[in-house]
T-cell receptor, first 113, second 114 residues
């Protein structure tokens, strides 16, 4: 069974731009969670989607948004990029809920200059 | 108090010895507990999950959970250089509103010395 895939793997953007990241979960998994990982803050929860609905949201500004499609694929968008948004963005999928085992994709490394 | 706390290390263990990693959590209603291994520059990889008190063994790995004391630990027997990585503890809890999420500790960096 194929794992979680994320595209693109690397991105370089400038301040003020926006970016969209994509995540395809493991086949059959319906819950998709997004995380931001930085050396200083560790893994921070962004949001979780199930059946095209956002079920939970972390403490990030409204510039961070996401959505999920009917095939469970998910996207996250960051608008008006700031230097501090440079991070590894990770997507994880689980069968029904994050109570169950979550499997991570390889991540998207975003650099904002 | 952080929701999930781990000693950041680095923890150095000789090859072949037992590595012991610890994690404490603050929310008593937490129900699901996970250990992830993350190599430098890679994404976290799930290595163990544990849901009830006691020990759970999988190969060289043993997870231990004590809900009364609110700690979960990971033992790695016969440590190998390939075990050198950062180990992340993650804790979840069920909510009546379906808004579960994983909370991660900051990780313990483990180095196995040949």
């Amino acid at each position: 069974k194929a794992g979680v895939t994320q595209t693109p793997r690397y991105l370089i953007k400038t301040r003020g731009q926006q970016v969209t990241l994509s995540c395809s979960p493991i086949s059959g998994h319906r819950s998709v969670s997004w995380y931001q990982q930085t050396p200083g803050q560790g893994l921070q929860f962004l949001f979780e989607y199930f059946s095209e609905t956002q079920r939970n949201k972390g403490n990030f500004p409204g510039r961070f948004s996401g959505r999920q499609f009917s095939n469970s694929r998910s996207e996250m968008n960051v608008s008006t990029l700031e230097l501090g948004d440079s991070a590894l963005y990770l997507c994880a999928s689980s069968m029904w809920t994050p109570l169950h085992e979550q499997y991570f994709g390889p991540g998207t490394r975003l650099t904002v200059t | 108090q952080k929701e999930v706390e781990q000693n950041s290390g680095p923890l150095s263990v000789p090859e072949g010895a037992i590595a012991s990693l610890n994690c404490t959590y603050s929310d008593r209603v937490s129900q699901s507990f996970f250990w992830y291994r993350q190599y430098s520059g890679k994404s976290p990889e799930l290595i163990m999950s544990i849901y009830s008190n006691g020990d759970k063994e999988d190969g060289r790995f043993t997870a231990q959970l004590n809900k009364a004391s609110q700690y979960v630990s990971l033992l790695i027997r016969d440590s190998q250089p390939s075990d050198s990585a950062t180990y992340l503890c993650a804790v979840n809890k069920e909510s009546n509103f379906g808004n579960e999420k994983l909370t991660f500790g900051t990780g313990t960096r483990l180095t196995i010395i040949p």
